[in-house]
């Protein structure tokens, strides 16, 4: 009923930047929090970045600075601006989102296909 799609990775030179880019579709009531989570090889999936639907916004404390999320709620898109990019941010990145498909509705929890992005040293 509802589809996170990602775009916008790839491989980037280290300093490099990216801007990964979300679209949520499907029986769409409302979306709260939509937020960007990330999981490198061997390692466990550790939130990104997180906004609401109001706009507050929360990183992970050791990418503030260099990572920035942003949404368009009209659209039902969530972005995250990448810059000066690390070899250590290599990984797939996933998109999430809280949604509610009826008025009043509990909302569900749905994560996207994942995009990957390498960062090359």
């Known amino acids: 009923q509802v589809q996170l799609v990602e775009s916008g990775g790839g491989l980037v030179q280290a300093g490099g930047s990216l801007r990964l880019s979300c679209a949520a579709s499907g029986s769409i009531f409302s979306i709260m929090t939509m937020g960007w989570y990330r999981q490198a090889p061997g390692k466990q999936r550790e939130l990104v970045a997180a906004?609401?639907?109001?706009?507050?916004?929360d990183y992970s404390d050791s990418l503030k600075g260099r990572f920035t999320i942003s949404r368009d709620n009209a659209k039902n898109t969530v972005y995250l601006q990448m810059n000066s990019l690390k070899p250590e941010d290599t990984a797939v990145y996933y998109c999430s989102a809280d949604v509610s498909t009826t008025y009043r509705g509990v909302h569900f929890g749905y994560w996207g296909q994942g995009t990957q992005v390498t960062v090359s040293s």
């Open positions: 906004i609401t639907s109001a706009g507050s916004t």
